[in-house]
Protein backbone atom coordinates (compact mmCIF):
# COMPACT_ATOMS: atom_id res chain seq x y z
CA UNK A 1 0.00 0.00 0.00
CA UNK A 2 1.71 2.63 -0.98
CA UNK A 3 0.30 5.54 1.12
CA UNK A 4 1.54 3.08 3.99
CA UNK A 5 4.83 3.40 2.33
CA UNK A 6 5.03 6.73 2.42
CA UNK A 7 3.69 7.61 5.89
CA UNK A 8 6.31 4.71 7.18
CA UNK A 9 9.06 7.07 5.91
CA UNK A 10 7.54 10.08 6.87
CA UNK A 11 6.74 9.67 10.12
CA UNK A 12 8.64 6.42 11.58
CA UNK A 13 10.67 6.23 13.80
CA UNK A 14 13.74 3.81 13.56
CA UNK A 15 15.02 2.35 17.25
CA UNK A 16 17.64 -0.01 18.16
CA UNK A 17 17.64 -3.60 17.54
CA UNK A 18 15.16 -3.53 14.64
CA UNK A 19 12.41 -1.50 15.90
CA UNK A 20 10.49 0.77 14.31
CA UNK A 21 7.74 3.12 15.75
CA UNK A 22 4.78 4.43 14.45
CA UNK A 23 3.30 5.79 17.39
CA UNK A 24 1.37 9.00 15.55
CA UNK A 25 -0.78 6.86 13.00
CA UNK A 26 -0.57 3.36 14.18
CA UNK A 27 -0.28 2.53 17.45
CA UNK A 28 -0.72 4.99 20.49
CA UNK A 29 -1.92 7.89 18.50
CA UNK A 30 -4.55 6.13 15.51
CA UNK A 31 -5.19 8.20 12.10
CA UNK A 32 -8.56 7.20 11.89
CA UNK A 33 -9.27 7.60 8.06
CA UNK A 34 -5.99 6.07 7.38
CA UNK A 35 -7.14 3.25 9.59
CA UNK A 36 -10.47 2.93 7.25
CA UNK A 37 -8.35 2.64 4.77
CA UNK A 38 -6.39 0.04 6.04
CA UNK A 39 -9.15 -1.91 6.74
CA UNK A 40 -10.87 -1.54 3.72
CA UNK A 41 -7.41 -2.68 1.51
CA UNK A 42 -7.31 -5.65 3.92
CA UNK A 43 -11.60 -6.55 3.21
CA UNK A 44 -10.46 -6.46 -0.37
CA UNK A 45 -7.57 -8.73 -0.16
CA UNK A 46 -9.83 -11.05 1.50
CA UNK A 47 -13.03 -10.65 -0.16
CA UNK A 48 -15.30 -13.91 -1.21
CA UNK A 49 -13.36 -16.07 1.52
CA UNK A 50 -16.03 -16.79 3.39
CA UNK A 51 -14.45 -15.72 6.63
CA UNK A 52 -16.47 -15.61 10.03
CA UNK A 53 -14.60 -14.01 12.08
CA UNK A 54 -11.19 -11.65 12.67
CA UNK A 55 -8.55 -12.62 15.32
CA UNK A 56 -6.00 -10.52 17.09
CA UNK A 57 -3.38 -9.72 19.91
CA UNK A 58 -4.04 -7.31 22.60
CA UNK A 59 -3.32 -3.94 22.63
CA UNK A 60 -1.82 -3.00 18.82
CA UNK A 61 -3.41 -5.17 16.77
CA UNK A 62 -6.74 -4.07 18.17
CA UNK A 63 -7.58 -0.87 16.09
CA UNK A 64 -6.30 -2.31 12.53
CA UNK A 65 -8.39 -5.56 13.21
CA UNK A 66 -11.43 -3.65 14.25
CA UNK A 67 -11.37 -1.25 10.71
CA UNK A 68 -10.99 -4.22 8.83
CA UNK A 69 -13.75 -5.96 10.97
CA UNK A 70 -15.69 -2.79 10.26
CA UNK A 71 -14.90 -2.97 6.63
CA UNK A 72 -15.75 -7.06 6.25
CA UNK A 73 -18.85 -6.63 8.74
CA UNK A 74 -17.56 -9.52 10.99
CA UNK A 75 -16.75 -10.15 14.21
CA UNK A 76 -13.19 -9.47 15.56
CA UNK A 77 -12.10 -11.30 18.65
CA UNK A 78 -8.67 -10.62 20.68
CA UNK A 79 -6.19 -12.97 22.50
CA UNK A 80 -5.04 -11.97 25.85
CA UNK A 81 -2.19 -11.26 27.54
CA UNK A 82 -2.36 -12.92 30.84
CA UNK A 83 0.05 -12.70 33.04
CA UNK A 84 -0.26 -16.15 35.03
CA UNK A 85 -0.15 -19.41 33.50
CA UNK A 86 -2.91 -20.71 35.89
CA UNK A 87 -5.62 -21.03 33.10
CA UNK A 88 -9.37 -22.43 33.46
CA UNK A 89 -10.28 -24.86 31.07
CA UNK A 90 -12.54 -22.50 29.56
CA UNK A 91 -9.81 -20.79 27.54
CA UNK A 92 -7.95 -21.84 24.20
CA UNK A 93 -4.41 -20.51 25.35
CA UNK A 94 -0.59 -21.09 23.88
CA UNK A 95 2.65 -18.89 24.55
CA UNK A 96 3.40 -15.89 22.64
CA UNK A 97 7.43 -13.93 23.02
CA UNK A 98 6.87 -10.42 22.71
CA UNK A 99 9.54 -8.85 20.20
CA UNK A 100 9.00 -5.26 21.64
CA UNK A 101 9.51 -6.31 25.23
CA UNK A 102 11.60 -9.24 25.05
CA UNK A 103 9.11 -11.45 27.40
CA UNK A 104 6.84 -14.34 27.26
CA UNK A 105 3.18 -14.16 27.83
CA UNK A 106 0.61 -16.92 27.89
CA UNK A 107 -2.13 -16.23 25.46
CA UNK A 108 -5.45 -16.60 25.88
CA UNK A 109 -9.07 -16.42 24.71
CA UNK A 110 -12.49 -17.54 25.89
CA UNK A 111 -13.86 -20.99 23.95
CA UNK A 112 -17.04 -19.38 23.52
CA UNK A 113 -15.63 -16.62 20.84
CA UNK A 114 -14.43 -19.26 18.07
CA UNK A 115 -15.28 -22.65 17.03
CA UNK A 116 -14.76 -25.44 14.46
CA UNK A 117 -17.36 -23.91 12.53
CA UNK A 118 -14.98 -20.50 12.35
CA UNK A 119 -12.94 -19.37 9.38
CA UNK A 120 -10.85 -16.64 10.71
CA UNK A 121 -8.67 -14.01 9.63
CA UNK A 122 -5.67 -13.24 11.71
CA UNK A 123 -4.77 -9.64 11.66
CA UNK A 124 -2.03 -7.39 13.46
CA UNK A 125 -0.07 -4.12 13.24
CA UNK A 126 3.09 -5.52 12.85
CA UNK A 127 4.93 -9.24 11.84
CA UNK A 128 8.56 -9.11 12.81
CA UNK A 129 9.81 -13.08 13.69
CA UNK A 130 6.03 -14.36 13.78
CA UNK A 131 5.54 -15.37 16.85
CA UNK A 132 2.46 -13.36 18.19
CA UNK A 133 0.90 -14.93 14.75
CA UNK A 134 2.13 -18.20 15.15
CA UNK A 135 0.59 -18.21 18.49
CA UNK A 136 -2.92 -17.03 16.85
CA UNK A 137 -2.68 -19.97 14.88
CA UNK A 138 -1.77 -22.09 17.49
CA UNK A 139 -5.30 -20.80 19.03
CA UNK A 140 -7.36 -21.15 16.16
CA UNK A 141 -5.92 -24.69 15.58
CA UNK A 142 -7.21 -25.59 19.45
CA UNK A 143 -10.48 -24.37 18.35
CA UNK A 144 -10.78 -27.05 15.16
CA UNK A 145 -11.29 -23.80 13.16
CA UNK A 146 -9.56 -22.72 9.62
CA UNK A 147 -6.82 -20.05 9.41
CA UNK A 148 -7.83 -18.61 5.79
CA UNK A 149 -4.74 -16.24 6.32
CA UNK A 150 -2.91 -13.70 8.37
CA UNK A 151 -2.39 -10.11 7.24
CA UNK A 152 0.13 -7.25 9.13
CA UNK A 153 0.22 -3.34 8.59
CA UNK A 154 3.97 -3.79 8.77
CA UNK A 155 6.19 -6.56 7.69
CA UNK A 156 9.80 -6.44 8.53
CA UNK A 157 10.56 -8.70 6.24
CA UNK A 158 14.68 -8.93 6.93
CA UNK A 159 13.13 -10.63 10.71
CA UNK A 160 11.85 -13.61 8.10
CA UNK A 161 8.37 -14.55 10.38
CA UNK A 162 6.46 -14.05 7.24
CA UNK A 163 7.83 -15.96 4.57
CA UNK A 164 8.71 -18.53 7.33
CA UNK A 165 5.10 -18.98 7.70
CA UNK A 166 4.30 -18.44 3.29
CA UNK A 167 6.93 -21.34 3.08
CA UNK A 168 4.40 -23.59 5.68
CA UNK A 169 1.41 -22.58 3.27
CA UNK A 170 -0.24 -19.78 5.06
CA UNK A 171 -1.41 -17.03 3.07
CA UNK A 172 0.42 -13.79 4.53
CA UNK A 173 -0.41 -10.83 3.37
CA UNK A 174 1.08 -7.15 4.39
CA UNK A 175 0.17 -3.96 3.62
CA UNK A 176 4.07 -2.99 3.60
CA UNK A 177 6.79 -4.87 4.09
CA UNK A 178 10.64 -3.43 4.89
CA UNK A 179 12.75 -5.47 3.39
CA UNK A 180 15.79 -4.04 4.79
CA UNK A 181 16.09 -1.26 7.64
CA UNK A 182 19.57 0.37 8.40
CA UNK A 183 19.87 3.48 11.28
CA UNK A 184 18.70 5.79 9.12
CA UNK A 185 17.13 4.41 5.83
CA UNK A 186 14.11 2.13 4.87
CA UNK A 187 13.85 0.22 2.01
CA UNK A 188 10.49 -1.85 1.05
CA UNK A 189 9.87 -4.87 -0.86
CA UNK A 190 8.19 -4.66 -4.51
CA UNK A 191 5.02 -6.00 -3.89
P1 LIG B 1 6.54 -11.04 16.15
O1 LIG B 1 5.71 -11.86 17.11
O2 LIG B 1 6.14 -11.22 14.72
O3 LIG B 1 8.01 -11.21 16.38
O4 LIG B 1 6.26 -9.51 16.51
C1 LIG B 1 4.99 -8.97 16.27
C2 LIG B 1 4.44 -8.27 17.48
O5 LIG B 1 5.43 -7.49 18.13
C3 LIG B 1 3.33 -7.33 17.07
O6 LIG B 1 2.16 -7.73 17.75
C4 LIG B 1 3.78 -5.95 17.48
O7 LIG B 1 2.95 -5.45 18.48
C5 LIG B 1 5.17 -6.11 18.03
N1 LIG B 1 6.22 -5.55 17.14
C6 LIG B 1 7.16 -6.25 16.47
N2 LIG B 1 8.00 -5.44 15.84
C7 LIG B 1 7.58 -4.18 16.09
C8 LIG B 1 8.07 -2.88 15.68
O8 LIG B 1 9.08 -2.72 14.97
N3 LIG B 1 7.36 -1.82 16.13
C9 LIG B 1 6.26 -1.95 16.91
N4 LIG B 1 5.62 -0.82 17.28
N5 LIG B 1 5.78 -3.14 17.31
C10 LIG B 1 6.43 -4.26 16.91
Known sequence: MKKLEEKILKDGKILPGGVLKVGNFLNQQIDTPFMKEMGEEIAEMFKDTGATKILTIEASGIPIAVSAGFAMNLPVVYAKKNKTSNISGDCYST?????????????????????????????????????????????????????????????????????????????????AIIEEMTDTEIYFREQ
Open 95 to 175: MVHSFTHGNNNNVIVGKEYISSDDKVLIVDDFLAHGSALVGLIEICEQAGAEVLGCVAAIEKGFQMGGDKLREKGYRVESL
